[in-house]
């Protein structure tokens, strides 16, 4: 059984940062690709983030640059790294993982294992 637990979110004022985690338990074969979703308010879930156990990341577009994902495979936890935030990165993140990644990652139909999800506000 795999558990996805994910951090506290928080609020900032824009130009602020946030650090997701989520930490991850149980049968960890099963979570090879790890990805940061997001649902924005009124909008449907989207994958900004993607991370490969064994080393690669995928950046939804608008994302590079302001977003970094990365993995701890010791403590089988995943981060986002998010910086010069602004009210449209306003939502609820979620991790999820599945067993591989491939080129339609950023997918979210795909993905077998779910956080909670976590509430980030970015005010104006």
């Known amino acids: 059984q795999v558990q996805l637990v994910d951090s506290v979110g928080g609020s900032v004022q824009a130009g602020g940062s946030l650090r997701l985690s989520c930490a991850g338990s149980?049968?960890?074969?099963?979570?090879?690709?790890m990805a940061w979703v997001r649902q924005a308010p009124g909008k449907v879930l989207e994958g900004v983030a993607v991370?490969?156990?064994?080393?690669?990341?995928i950046y939804e577009d608008s994302e590079k640059g302001q977003y970094t994902i990365s993995g701890d495979n010791a403590n089988n936890t995943l981060y986002l790294q998010m910086n010069v935030l602004e009210p449209e990165d306003n939502g609820i993140y979620y991790c999820?993982?599945?067993?591989?990644?491939?080129?339609?990652?950023?997918?979210?139909?795909?993905?077998?294992?779910w956080g909670q999800g976590t509430q980030v506000t970015v005010s104006a």
């Open positions: 149980g049968y960890t074969a099963r979570t090879n690709c």
């Open positions: 999820a993982a599945r067993h591989a990644c491939s080129e339609d990652s950023l997918s979210v139909g795909s993905y077998a294992h």
């Open positions: 991370f490969h156990r064994y080393g690669s990341e």
